[in-house]
């Protein structure tokens, strides 16, 4: 089976002015298959938000090829990067992100509006959605009448009302205490499991990482490792595997390539 997602060689230089050259992701191989749960860690920096932009198709790389779902991305067909996006893939933000003067409902209907869906049909959908993230009896109440956690379920909820193949969250758990952080992880954990949908989101919190089932570690633009984990409990960890899942369980998994320094060289 193809995977849902693929980037190979890719690298991302931001340039700022006219001569200063970032060199954020750096020759970058990783592969995502359908309803798995992933972590992106590493120090402030290192590319985590790059990495998710790419897979999100918000941002294009400076090399290499990134493949969703057999769609080849390329950087002309801005059009076809729209589609994809709308078609595939939800995001969740470390902000929230919603619209104040929506209710909840209304929050998790906005990206239906932009389908053919009937009224009906959009309707069904936003309950059944809003059930699923535990927010049925708030569905009328503003972000400000939410605390952080509920806001962040909407925000869930309306992630997924498209029934996107991938949902990327990037520091989602951020503004949140770190009970709730843990709650909102249980319940993306949950969904994945039950929609089989992808889920990547981005952390700096050690509690949060190990509740992911496959944890990349960047560092300075580029994996430093891979870490697979059978289930969500750190006592389960299990030893450090390659970048596909199908592989027998074996060792640390390193990135090749140059260094950072060796590349802005060029
Ligand atoms: N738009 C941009 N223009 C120039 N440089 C950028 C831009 N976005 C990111 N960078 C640089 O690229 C590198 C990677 O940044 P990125 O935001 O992906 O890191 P991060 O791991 O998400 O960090 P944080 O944990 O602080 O959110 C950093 O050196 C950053 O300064
Ligand atoms: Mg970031």
């Known amino acids: 089976m193809n995977p849902l997602i693929e980037l190979k060689n890719v690298s991302k230089i931001y340039t700022i002015g006219r001569n200063i050259q970032v060199l954020a992701l750096n ?14 860690s590493g120090p402030s920096g290192s590319g985590k938000t790059t990495l998710l932009n790419l897979i999100g198709l918000i941002d294009v790389p400076t090399q290499g090829t990134i493949t969703l779902d057999g769609n080849h991305i390329s950087m002309n067909g801005l059009a076809q990067l ?28 906005y990206p239906l ?73 249980q319940l993306m954990a949950k969904l994945n499991q039950e929609e089989n949908v992808t889920f990547i989101f981005s952390t700096h919190d050690p509690k949060v990482v190990q509740l992911a089932r496959k944890i990349i570690q960047l560092r300075d633009g580029k994996v430093e490792q891979i870490v697979m984990q059978d289930n969500n409990t ?13 592989q027998p369980v074996t060792k640390h998994h390193r990135q090749r390539g140059k260094t950072k320094s060796s590349a802005n060289r060029h």
């Open 113 to 185: 509006l932009l389908t053919d869906l009937s009224a009906s049909e959009r309707k069904k959908r936003v309950e059944q959605v809003l059930a699923e993230v535990g927010l049925s009896e708030l569905a009328n109440h503003k972000p400000r009448e939410l605390s952080g956690g509920q806001c962040q379920r909407v925000a869930i909820a309306r992630a997924l009302v498209n029934k996107p193949k991938i949902v990327l969250a990037d520091e989602p758990t951020a503004n949140l205490d770190s009970v709730t952080a843990q709650e909102i992880l």
């Open 27 to 40: 020759n970058i191989t990783l592969q995502f298959n359908v309803g798995e749960f992933v972590a992106v």
């Open 234 to 246: 750190v006592e389960n960890r299990k030893e450090l595997q390659g970048d596909r899942p199908d």
């Open 82 to 109: 729209h589609r994809l996006r709308l078609q595939n893939i939800g995001f969740i933000f470390q902000s929230f992100n919603l619209i104040p003067v929506l209710s909840a409902y209304e929050n998790v209907e």
